[in-house]
Nanobody, 118 residues
């Protein structure tokens, strides 16, 4: 069982930046960020699987995912934030190759809230 703990959520103005972090208690192969806005379904934001990274079209060019394996930490650098980025952001992990489908991930964090005001 791997536990995931996110941090870094905050309230910012449009155009601002935030960096989310997710610390894992054990080894994982693929890790991802998902988000869920009020009244909407959870959606994949970005993932890193081995050395490959993937992004949702809505965040390409603005968000950057990275991980520090020595620290078992996943990051999401979010720049040029927009009000539509407002959501609870969840960290997810799996021991297998994973992309941006929530069904591929078996470990989930509790989420961290990001609020972007216009």
């Amino acid at each position: 069982q791997v536990q995931l703990v996110e941090s870094g959520g905050d309230s910012v103005q449009a155009g601002g930046s935030l960096r989310l972090s997710c610390v894992a208690s054990g080894y994982t192969y693929s890790m991802a960020w998902f988000r869920q806005a009020p009244g909407k379904e959870r959606e994949g934001v970005s993932c890193i699987s081995g050395s490959r990274t993937y992004y949702a079209d809505s965040v390409k060019g603005r968000f950057t995912i990275s991980r520090d394996n020595a620290k078992r930490t996943l990051y999401l650098q979010m720049n040029s934030l927009k009000p539509e980025d407002t959501a609870i952001y969840y960290c997810a992990a799996t021991m297998r190759t994973g992309l941006l489908s929530s069904s591929e991930y078996i470990y989930w964090g509790q989420g961290t809230l990001v609020t972007v005001s216009s």
